[in-house]
C-alpha cells in the first residue's frame, strides 16, 4: 500500500511540474511563443515569438520604451519607406501596423522624445507627442550634404550621452581604384574618397540644418562601411563593425585564389576612439596573420605591411563577407548576466565568396567584462534562418538576419532583409 501510494506522489508532483512548465512557456508575459522556435538554434532556454511575418525589405529596427516598433525599409512598401508596430493585445504578434513617409534609408533609432531615420542622403527628427504610435510627420532635417553614391550608402547611427550623434559614411567603391572594380587596376593615392567617405562623423543631435561639411566632425577614418556602430556606456564608447573590401581573386587573378578570397579579408570588429585610423583603403585585415597587411592596390602581397604598420587593428576579425549589418550592446534584465554589456552582431551573409557558398547569416554573441572584451572569441546566438544553406554566388536565401534592437523587457529583436519578418527572443530560465 506505501509502495503504491509513494507512486501516486510522484507521479502527482511529476504532472504538477510539467503543468507548470508548460503553462509558464505557454503564457509567459502572455506571449505566443513559437514550439519550435521558428526553426532556429538558440542557447538554452531561450525561445521566440514571430512578431510579423513581413513589412518589407528591413534595415534598422528600434523598440519605443513601450513596446512599439520601428523599421527602416531599404524598399517602400505602400509608397512608404518607414514602418511602425504595436501589440494591441499582448502576444507579441504586432496586429497594428502603419506605414509612414517616403524615402528609403537604414538607420532608425529614439532618443529622449524624438525618432530619429536616416535616408541615402539624410538624417530626419520626428517628435512624438505622446504614446501614439505614429510621430508627427513635419519631420526636421537633422543631417544633410551626405554625397549620394550607389555603393555603401546605409548611414547607420548611434548616440552618445553627451549630445552627439555618430553616423557611418561609408565608402563608394570597393578599394579606390584608379579604375572601378578593374582588374590589376592601381589605387589612387592618396585615395579622395577619405574626405568625405569612409569614416564616422559626429554631430551635434539637438541641432537641425546642419550638413557633413560645415557642421560635421571626421570621428574616425580608414572605415570601409560600418553601418553596424553603437555606443557603449559600460564599455567606454563608441563600437563599430566594418565590411572588409572584395574580390581579391578576381580583381587580382593569379595572386590570391577563390579559397583564399572566400576566407579574406576579415570583417573588422572594433573600438573607435576620436582620430583613429583604420586603414582603409591602403590596408586590410587578415585574421589567419592576425594583423593588417597592405592591399595589392598599393603594392600588397598579401604579406607586406608597409604602411598599414601605424592603423588600429580590431579587436576580433570575423570571417570574410559575412557581411556585418547591426551591432547592438546588450543592457537588459532579462538574458542572464553573462550577457550584460556584451554585443550582438548580425551578419546577413555576401556573395563575395563566390565560387564558393555563402556564409553568416547568423547573429553572434561577444562577451564584455568589467568594460572591455572578454574573450577574442564569439558564440553564436541564433543561427538556422531557414533556407540558408548551400547558398552560392548572387542568389540570396530566403531570410537574412539584419536588424537588432532591445525591448524595455530586455527581448532581443532580430529583423530579416528580404522580407522584413521579425522575432522576438524570450529568455524563459530562472
Known sequence: MKSYLLVAVILFVVFFNSCNNYSKQDVFHGLNLDPVNDSLTLPGNFGLVVVSEGVGKARHIYVRDNGDIYVNLESKVEDSSLVALRDTNGDGWAEDVKYFDNYRGTGI??????????????????????????????????????????????????????????????????????????????????????????????????????????????YATGIRNAMALDWSEANGGLYAISHGRDQLNTLWPGQWTDEENAELPSEEFFKVDEGDDFGWPYCYHDRFQNKKVLAPEYGGDGKI?????????????????????????????????????????????SWNRAPLEQKGHRVVFVPFKDGKLATDKWEDFAV??????????????????????????GSLYIADSRVGKIWRIIYMGK
Open 109 to 218: 533609432a529614439i532618443d529622449g522624445n524624438y525618432l530619429y531615420a536616416s535616408s541615402r542622403t539624410e538624417v530626419f527628427r520626428y517628435t512624438f507627442d505622446g504614446n501614439e504610435l505614429l510621430p508627427n510627420l513635419n519631420k526636421d532635417t537633422l543631417i544633410s550634404g551626405f554625397e549620394a553614391k550607389s555603393n555603401h550608402h546605409p548611414k547607420g547611427f548611434t548616440f552618445d550621452k553627451l549630445g552627439h550623434i555618430y553616423v557611418n559614411v561609408g565608402s563608394p567603391s570597393n578599394a579606390c581604384m584608379e579604375q572601378f572594380r578593374t582588374p590589376n587596376s592601381l589605387g589612387k593615392d592618396p585615395c579622395p574618397e577619405l574626405e568625405f567617405n569612409a569614416g564616422i562623423w559626429k554631430f551635434n543631435k539637438n541641432k537641425i540644418n546642419q550638413t557633413q561639411q560645415i557642421d560635421g566632425i571626421k
Open 384 to 409: 538556422g534562418f531557414p533556407h540558408t544553406e548551400h547558398v552560392t554566388g548572387s542568389s540570396r536565401p530566403k531570410y537574412r538576419p539584419i536588424g537588432l534592437a532591445q525591448g524595455p523587457d
Open 305 to 349: 605591411i608597409g604602411r598599414c604598420e601605424d592603423v588600429k587593428e580590431p579587436l576580433i576579425g570575423f570571417p570574410a563577407h559575412w557581411a556585418p549589418m547591426d551591432l547592438l550592446f546588450y543592457t537588459g534584465d532579462m538574458f542572464p548576466e553573462r550577457y550584460k554589456n556584451g554585443a550582438f552582431i548580425a551578419f546577413h551573409g
